[in-house]
């Protein structure tokens, strides 16, 4: 079953806001990772959380990670017409030593010059 | 020091043809995963390969699926008798070692599809 969902689904900002998603997971989790999708191209990774880290921070980017509630959040600051993309949290579980990573629906955002 | 490297990065193929996917880890990684994404979908995991191991094939269909990497040369993921349904980007990522602390490196793709 599908680990992480994503919301919202679509967001569509002007240059300079900021842009908030949020992702929820239904397992114990090992890490949560954020990549970023181009339209037709490959994934990118952005940024690596671990189920003991609250907050990271990554030049413009900030997640942060609940393991209570399972859900954590990217935040993109100061967003560029060059941040439009999807944006994908996935999850590596727990008890699951092989690696594989659990991906959401992802989030497509717009940022409007 | 090069990506992960896939080739083809497209493939048409007609119902019942195999297909042949093609995955050069970046240097230095011996860990191998396929995902396969449907158009608006994410990514969904398929396969866990090592040298000469599948580790983990929990995602992969039960029939003409296969997957292998061997001790020398790329990965390869192989469709046998292709049909509409497979039609799907298929990516391709490595990691230095399986611990699940490890951000995995994605190729650019393949993108299959089914006539």
């Known amino acids: 079953s599908q680990q992480g969902e994503e919301d919202p689904q679509a967001l569509s900002i002007q240059e300079g806001e900021n842009a908030t998603m949020n992702c929820s997971y239904k397992?114990?989790?090992?890490?949560l990772q954020w990549y970023r999708q181009n339209s037709g191209r490959g994934l990118v990774h952005l940024i690596l959380?671990?189920?003991?880290?609250r907050e990271k921070h990554s030049g413009r980017l900030r997640v942060t990670l609940d393991t209570s509630k399972k859900s954590s959040s990217l935040l993109i600051t100061a967003s560029r017409a060059a941040d439009t993309a999807s944006y994908f949290c996935?999850?590596?579980?727990?008890?699951?030593?092989?690696?594989?990573?659990?991906f959401g629906q992802g989030t497509e955002l717009s940022v409007k010059p | 020091n090069a990506g992960v490297m896939q080739n083809p990065r497209h493939l048409v193929r007609r119902r019942g043809q195999e297909a042949r996917l093609r995955c050069s880890p970046m240097?230095?990684?011996?860990?191998v995963y396929w995902y396969r994404q449907l158009p608006e979908e994410g990514l969904k995991f398929m396969v866990y390969?090592?040298?000469?191991?599948?580790?983990?094939e929990s995602g992969m269909p039960k029939e003409r699926f296969s997957a292998e990497f061997p001790k020398e040369g790329p990965s390869i993921l192989r469709i046998q008798q292709v049909v509409r349904g497979d039609s799907a980007a298929y990516f391709c990522?490595?990691?230095?070692?399986?611990?699940?602390?490890?951000?995995?490196?994605f190729g650019p793709g393949t993108r299959l599809t089914v006539t």
């Open positions: 390969l090592q040298k000469e191991n599948i580790i983990d």
């Open positions: 990522a490595s990691s230095p070692a399986s611990y699940p602390s490890y951000e995995q490196y």
């Open positions: 959380i671990r189920s003991n880290e």
């Open positions: 397992t114990s989790i090992n890490n």
């Open positions: 240097k230095g990684h011996s860990h």
């Open positions: 996935a999850t590596a579980e727990f008890y699951n030593q092989g690696g594989k990573l659990i």
